[in-house]
C-alpha cells in the first residue's frame, strides 16, 4: 500500500506561482511513477505532469514551460512547481502513485488562480 498527501494549494493572482508537495508513506520503494493530475467540477481529470523512478518527466502541452515536477528521495516527496499561472489552472490538484499492483490517489489540493 501506497498512501499520498498533497499540500500546497492555495488562491493566487494570474502570473503568480504555487508549488505542491505530494509526500508518500508506505511501500515507497515499490513505486514506478508518481504523477500530478487535475480535475476542474464537471470535466475529466487530466494529467499535468509525471515524473517516473528513473526520473524522467513528461508534461501536458498546456503547462510546458511553465511547470516543473521533481522529487526528492530522501524525503519521499516529488513536488510540482507551478509559475505564470492562468485562470484555467484552476483546479483540484491530485498526486497518483503507480506500481505493479495499481495506482493509488491523495486527496487532493484546491488550486485557484483569479484574473
Known amino acids: 500500500q501506497v498512501q499520498l498527501v498533497e499540500s500546497g494549494g492555495g488562491l493566487v493572482q494570474a502570473g503568480g506561482s504555487l508549488r505542491l508537495s505530494c509526500a508518500a508513506s508506505g511501500n515507497t520503494g515499490s513505486i514506478n511513477a508518481i504523477g500530478w493530475y487535475r480535475q476542474d467540477p464537471g470535466k475529466q481529470r487530466e494529467l499535468v505532469a509525471i515524473?517516473?523512478?528513473?526520473?524522467?518527466?513528461n508534461y501536458a502541452d498546456s503547462v510546458k514551460g511553465r511547470f516543473t515536477i521533481s522529487r526528492d528521495n530522501a524525503k519521499n516527496t516529488v513536488y510540482l512547481q507551478m509559475n505564470s499561472l492562468k485562470p484555467e489552472d484552476t483546479a483540484v490538484y491530485y498526486c497518483?502513485?503507480?506500481?505493479?499492483?495499481?495506482?493509488?490517489w491523495g486527496q487532493g489540493t484546491q488550486v485557484t488562480v483569479s484574473s
Open positions: 497518483n502513485a503507480l506500481n505493479r499492483l495499481g495506482a493509488y
Open positions: 515524473i517516473s523512478s528513473r526520473g524522467d518527466t
